[in-house]
């Protein structure tokens, strides 16, 4: 078969997608209706940039869920005869599909389904790594900006101790597979990771501290979940296997806990320190409420818009040091398609193939690109609330 020209690659691409296409269309039509009835991310939908922003993000969410669907060839399987192919190029004949849309690597892998793959990888830790460095920032943030004094000054101490290194260095050294023979990273995970059962604990005991039957039931449901999840990923001790982490995983997601929880601590703390003198804060305190239902329940919603906005932009910046460290061979597995590995192998042929490096490296900028014009969007919307 003679090689595809680009438009008959873009072509093809647009219908490898064509789950992706179906889901934004479904998600974009019932969000535009019931935009009025959604709070804030109804309100994302009256602006251009925060709609650009979201559709871009949402773009690689479902490219990451609907991999399996869009893929040409298996992104790990390497054909002799694909090496450094250009894009378009015909596949040998009992392939999976016709063309290597995108082109082959220096490992005679299929460039384009490695990029699809990539996103899946990308979007399993960044988000939920950031989730847990948000609930280890609010944790202790809420407590140190609210009460101040002695535990402030301490919490602080600590977090501008982290804040002192070099961020580069400081993840270069936690996922270097030398410090897991050391212990470091299960240490950090046994006690970043307990965060999220103390904050839902604490919420829900604040919440419902006047209804025993009702805190105890949700009480209850956060230990047996929170614990179990907990096992797994911090001790790999899961009984039933659902919750588990390889140990390079474990290193990167410890890694980006570590590094982004005191910069949230800081955010947080400077927040609650400017609400804990408004009057509503003054007026439940008048009613005696208890102070962590004034920190969870009456402070953390005001400062929401802020701290959505921050969650964003730090995925953008975690999306951005994961493809650093994969483009140091530090990433979660040499053979894995993320981004930065992705990079990392195109680049050493860059003059002479560029398409292995540029085509992970555009699909980096472009969901960073969204992440970025979705905070802004965000930012431009809580400031009119």
């Given at each position: 078969?003679?090689?595809?020209?680009?438009?008959?690659?873009?072509?093809?691409?647009?219908?490898?997608?064509?789950?992706?296409?179906?889901?934004?269309i479904v998600t974009f039509a019932v969000s535009i209706h019931q935009k009025r009835k959604l709070g804030l991310y109804g309100k994302l939908f009256d602006s251009p940039i925060g709609m650009i922003g979201f559709a871009i993000v949402m773009f690689w969410v479902f490219t990451a869920l609907f991999a399996?669907?869009?893929?040409?060839?298996?992104?790990?399987?390497?054909i002799s005869s694909m090496k450094n192919k250009p894009p378009g190029e015909a596949a040998p004949e009992g392939s999976s599909y016709a063309y290597y849309l995108l082109g082959?690597?220096?490992?005679?892998?299929?460039?384009?389904?490695?990029?699809?793959?990539?996103?899946?990888?990308?979007?399993?830790?960044?988000?939920?790594?950031?989730?847990?460095?948000?609930?280890?920032?609010?944790?202790?943030?809420?407590?140190?900006?609210?009460?101040?004094?002695?535990?402030?000054?301490?919490?602080?101490?600590?977090?501008?101790?982290?804040?002192?290194?070099?961020?580069?260095?400081?993840?270069?050294?936690?996922?270097?597979?030398?410090?897991?023979?050391?212990?470091?990273?299960?240490?950090?995970?046994?006690?970043?990771?307990?965060?999220?059962?103390?904050?839902?604990?604490?919420?829900?005991?604040?919440?419902?501290?006047?209804?025993?039957?009702?805190?105890?039931?949700?009480?209850?449901?956060?230990?047996?979940?929170?614990?179990?999840?907990?096992?797994?990923?911090?001790?790999?001790?899961?009984?039933?296997?659902?919750?588990?982490?390889?140990?390079?995983?474990?290193?990167?997601?410890?890694?980006?806990?570590?590094?982004?929880?005191?910069?949230?601590?800081?955010?947080?703390?400077?927040?609650?320190?400017?609400?804990?003198?408004?009057?509503?804060?003054?007026?439940?305190?008048?009613?005696?409420?208890?102070?962590?239902?004034?920190?969870?329940?009456?402070?953390?919603?005001?400062?929401?818009?802020?701290?959505?906005?921050?969650?964003?932009?730090?995925?953008?910046?975690?999306?951005?040091?994961?493809?650093?460290?994969?483009?140091?061979?530090?990433?979660?597995?040499?053979?894995?398609?993320?981004?930065?590995?992705?990079?990392?192998?195109?680049?050493?042929?860059?003059?002479?193939?560029?398409?292995?490096?540029?085509?992970?490296?555009?699909?980096?900028?472009?969901?960073?690109?969204?992440?970025?014009?979705?905070?802004?969007?965000?930012?431009?919307?809580?400031?009119?609330?």
């Amino acid at each position: 078969m003679e090689p595809l020209g680009w438009g008959g690659i873009f072509a093809r691409m647009a219908i490898q997608f064509w789950p992706v296409w179906a889901a934004l269309i479904v998600t974009f039509a019932v969000s535009i209706h019931q935009k009025r009835k959604l709070g804030l991310y109804g309100k994302l939908f009256d602006s251009p940039i925060g709609m650009i922003g979201f559709a871009i993000v949402m773009f690689w969410v479902f490219t990451a869920l609907f991999a399996d669907l869009i893929i040409t060839q298996d992104p790990l399987v390497q054909i002799s005869s694909m090496k450094n192919k250009p894009p378009g190029e015909a596949a040998p004949e009992g392939s999976s599909y016709a063309y290597y849309l995108l082109g082959g690597d220096n490992l005679a892998r299929d460039v384009f389904s490695r990029m699809v793959m990539g996103a899946r990888r990308v979007l399993a830790i960044a988000p939920a790594a950031t989730a847990f460095a948000f609930m280890v920032g609010i944790t202790l943030g809420l407590p140190a900006g609210y009460f101040g004094g002695r535990l402030d000054t301490g919490l602080s101490f600590l977090a501008n101790l982290v804040l002192a290194f070099p961020v580069i260095l400081l993840f270069y050294l936690l996922v270097t597979p030398e410090i897991r023979d050391t212990g470091i990273p299960i240490i950090l995970a046994a006690v970043l990771f307990i965060f999220p059962v103390i904050f839902f604990i604490t919420l829900f005991n604040s919440r419902y501290f006047t209804d025993p039957p009702k805190r105890n039931l949700f009480i209850g449901i956060t230990l047996v979940l929170g614990l179990w999840a907990y096992s797994g990923l911090a001790f790999n001790m899961d009984p039933l296997g659902v919750w588990s982490m390889d140990p390079n995983l474990l290193n990167v997601f410890v890694a980006v806990v570590f590094v982004n929880a005191p910069t949230v601590f800081r955010i947080v703390r400077g927040i609650v320190l400017d609400l804990r003198s408004r009057d509503y804060v003054a007026a439940g305190q008048t009613r005696g409420e208890g102070a962590w239902y004034i920190m969870l329940w009456e402070i953390l919603p005001n400062a929401r818009g802020p701290l959505i906005v921050d969650f964003c932009l730090r995925i953008g910046y975690t999306t951005i040091l994961l493809g650093t460290l994969g483009f140091f061979g530090l990433g979660v597995s040499p053979e894995s398609p993320d981004w930065g590995s992705t990079i990392n192998d195109g680049r050493r042929l860059l003059s002479i193939f560029p398409h292995p490096a540029v085509v992970p490296a555009f699909a980096l900028m472009s969901l960073v690109l969204g992440l970025n014009l979705l905070a802004d969007g965000l930012r431009e919307e809580s400031l009119r609330d």
